[in-house]
Each structure stands twice: as C-alpha cells, then as structure tokens.
C-alpha cells in the first residue's frame, strides 16, 4: 500500500467519523449540525496535518502527539484567528467526540471479551492503586517544594 | 484498513450506538461526597460489547476485527478537541509556580506502584497500559498510536480509563476529604495534587477540599484547574518520553525476578 492511499483512507475514516460526532453532537449536546460543522472541519483537518506530519515527516513518534500539540497552537491566545477557531470548536462538545470511538471500541472488545473477563478485576484494583499513587506523589512533591520556598 | 472503511455495515452499527447512547444522555447518582457518572460514551462501549457472535449476533468476527482497527484514529479527532481546550489556558499556567510544575513528576508514582501491583496480581503486559498513567484521554490515544488498542497493552489502558471515568469523581472526592483529614499534607498541596488530566476528577477533589478549608477556596480552585491544565499539556508528552521508557524498564526487571527468564520481546 502506497502512503497517499494510506492517508486517503485515515482521512476517510476521520470523516466518516466527523459525521457520526456531529449526529451525536445533535441528539445528545442539542449543538446544531451545520452550526458545528466549521469546529468539526477544523478538528478534522488538525487530525490529517497530524497524520500527514506522522507518515511524512517524524514517523517514530506517534500522530497522536502532533494532533494535540497543533490543537493547542491554534487555540493559543494571540495565534491568528485563534478566537474564531475557539469559538468555532465550542461547538463540538468534548464527549459527543467520546462516544463512537467507544462504540467502535465496544464492538472490537466482543473479540477479547474472555480475556477482559480474566484480567477485568485485577484491573480495577490496579485502577485504585493508579488513582491513589499519583495523588499522593503529586502532593508529596508540591508539600515539600512549598516548604522549601516558604510559602506555606 | 481498506477492508474496514468500506464496512458500511460496521459502520451503520456504530452510528446507532452513537445515536441511542446519546439520546439516553448523562446520567449522576449522587454518591456521598461525589458523584457516579454515566457517560453516553459507556453505554455504546457496553451494548457495542454484546453485539458479537456470543450474543445479539449483529456483528461478526471480521466485523469486530475491523472494527478493532478503527479506534486509534478515531481517537485522533478527540485529541484535536484536547488541544484546543489546553490552549487558550496555555499562558496562564506559564506564570505557575515552581510547586504546581514540579509535581506533575508525582504522576509517575502510577508506574512506580502500580507496575509491581498489576505484576504481583498476575498482569503482563497489561501492567504497563494500565499503570504508566492515569490513564486519561491522551494516554489512552498513545497506547493505542504505539501498541494498538486490541493489544495486552491497549486492554490494560482501557480498562483503568473506564475504571476512572465511572469510578474517578467519586474516589477522588472521597480520596480528597480523607487526607484533607488527616491533614498531612497542606490543602494546597492537595489542591496541586487534584489535576491529573481529567476536569471531572479534579472538580470533585477541588469540590472536598474547599469544602474541608473554605477561607482558602478560591486559591485552591485555582491551583487545581492550573495544574489539571498542566497536566493536560505535559500528559502526552510525559508518558512517551519519561513513562513508558520507565514502565518496560521496571517490567522487564520485575518480569526476570517473578519469572526466572527474561519476558519476550516486544
């Protein structure tokens, strides 16, 4: 498979998707679909530069780490139209985006379900231990650094 | 990947989850000092589970498959939104403290405790999805980007992230009231301590700890949405270039001692 068909397709998927957010975005969030249909294109094509700087430019480090890094320039203050785009992707709630990559998930899980069911509850407890150590570290941290610059 | 775009049927499949999940919405229990809360997200994750050949057999085998293949793009869009909710707050946390930066490291005490757990517990390679971090949205999109999310590692992640996006408010509000209590650490730190990358973990601390201190609350709302922001930023960043290394380091250590032979490569 040559790159371009490769990115062809991740961005037929980004689409199809991007329709399926912004039927969601309806039914649940009540954020009209031709009102979020700008914030919608904007956030598909952070996703393609993302993908495209992946495949042509940096390929060991993952896409994921262009998409949210451009996301964040965009929406800096200062960078231009950066309000617009701002004002435009408010209408694209966060969650509407949560929900088809869990129902794409939910159906891939069908396959591992076994395996799920054997690891599921040491997985909850690791979850716990998760919770509480990074809590704990990060006040731990900031304690003694406050202590040690005498603000508290 | 070719195979599973022209999957019209996969697809009109997700787009009636999509749909049923949203229209039933949010629903909150109130649960002592937080909150349960139910996601239209978790309700098409768990009705997409039982589609499969074992149950309602609307999906077949190829289906969930290709379907498996889909998810760490999906996630793409999602991490754009991420972005931009990081942005506009970018130069506020500029002007953070020495305090509120240096404890985004306490978010690699998840791997330092909770690789060993996961391990003794019996996990493999689901210790280090599970444990390299909390688990939120952009950790969850760099496992799957590294890994793929069908993998042990993948299984790991996703499971401490729905863990805590059902679970989370709730133990993080209880988690907050209980130190706060006990009053070893100052409420500012906790209050730095409250932003791991979630705005509804954090709220729920936040939430406790100005309830416990109300003549500070103000300074405590601000310290946790600024280092909830922070760790918004670094997060992605923080688990590719510092966690994951440390995670199969001390996986790979622990794996000889339990296992008496060095662990498969990767």
Same mark, same amino acid.
């Given at each position: 498979m040559t790159k371009q068909q490769n990115l062809v397709e991740s961005i037929a998927?980004?689409?199809? #998707? !991007?329709?399926?957010? @912004?039927?969601?975005?309806?039914?649940? +969030?009540?954020?009209?679909?031709?009102?979020? @249909?700008?914030?919608?294109?904007?956030?598909?094509? @952070?996703?393609?530069?993302? #993908?495209? &700087?992946?495949? +042509?430019?940096?390929?060991?480090?993952?896409?994921?780490?262009?998409?949210? &890094?451009?996301?964040?320039?965009? !929406?800096?203050?200062?960078?231009? @139209?950066?309000? &617009? #785009?701002?004002?435009?992707?408010?209408? #694209?709630? +966060?969650?509407?985006?949560? &929900?088809p990559i869990l129902a794409y998930a939910g159906v891939a899980i069908g396959k591992d379900l076994e395996t799920f069911k054997k690891s599921g509850w040491r997985i909850v407890i690791v979850s716990t231990f998760v919770m509480v150590s990074t809590y704990i570290g990060s006040a731990a941290i900031a304690q003694s650094v406050l202590k040690f610059m005498g603000d508290i | 990947m070719n195979e599973a775009v022209k999957n019209v049927k996969l697809h009109l499949v997700v787009l009636a989850l999509v749909v049923v999940s949203e229209l039933i919405g949010i629903v909150t229990f109130k649960v002592g000092p937080g909150k349960l809360v139910l996601l239209p997200m978790l309700y098409a994750m768990f009705i997409g589970i039982f589609l499969g050949p074992k149950f309602f057999k609307i999906v077949k085998e190829k289906d969930?498959?290709?379907?498996?293949?889909?998810?760490? =793009?999906?996630?793409?869009?999602?991490?754009?939104?991420?972005?931009?909710?990081?942005?506009?707050?970018?130069?506020? $946390?500029l002007k953070a403290g020495p305090a509120l930066v240096l404890q985004e490291f306490g978010n690699i005490a998840t791997l330092v405790i909770g690789v060993p757990i996961a391990m003794y517990l019996g996990l493999k390679r689901e210790?280090?999805? *599970?444990?390299?971090? $909390?688990?939120?949205?952009?950790?969850? *999109? =760099?496992?799957?980007? $590294?890994?793929?999310?069908?993998?042990?590692?993948?299984?790991?992640?996703?499971?401490?992230?729905?863990?805590?996006?059902?679970?989370?408010? $709730?133990?993080?509000?209880?988690?907050a009231s209980f130190l706060a209590a006990f009053e070893i650490f100052h409420p500012y730190a906790l209050a730095m301590a409250s932003g791991v990358g979630s705005a509804s973990m954090m709220t729920a601390s936040v939430g406790s700890l100005s309830a416990a201190y109300p003549a500070m609350a103000e300074q405590i709302q601000a310290f946790g949405v600024a280092s909830n922001t922070l760790s918004g930023i670094d997060g992605v960043y923080m688990s590719l270039i510092l966690a994951l290394p440390m995670s199969n380091k001390l996986y790979n250590y622990i794996y000889k001692l339990k296992y008496k032979t060095a662990p498969e490569a990767v």
């Open positions: 998927v980004l689409a199809l #998707v !991007s329709v399926m957010v @912004l039927i969601g975005n309806q039914a649940g +969030f009540d954020n009209n679909i031709i009102e979020a @249909l700008p914030g919608m294109a904007i956030l598909l094509l @952070l996703c393609i530069a993302g #993908v495209a &700087t992946n495949m +042509f430019v940096f390929k060991k480090i993952p896409s994921v780490l262009f998409v949210i &890094t451009y996301g964040v320039i965009v !929406s800096l203050p200062g960078f231009p @139209l950066s309000e &617009t #785009v701002n004002a435009y992707v408010a209408k #694209v709630h +966060f969650l509407a985006l949560t &929900t | 969930m498959f290709q379907a498996s293949t889909l998810v760490g =793009l999906t996630l793409l869009l999602l991490m754009a939104r991420y972005g931009t909710l990081v942005g506009p707050k970018f130069y506020e $946390i210790a280090i999805g *599970a444990a390299h971090s $909390i688990a939120r949205e952009p950790n969850v *999109a =760099l496992i799957g980007d $590294i890994y793929g999310l069908d993998s042990a590692e993948g299984r790991g992640v996703m499971g401490v992230y729905i863990c805590g996006t059902v679970f989370g408010t $709730i133990f993080f509000g209880l988690m």
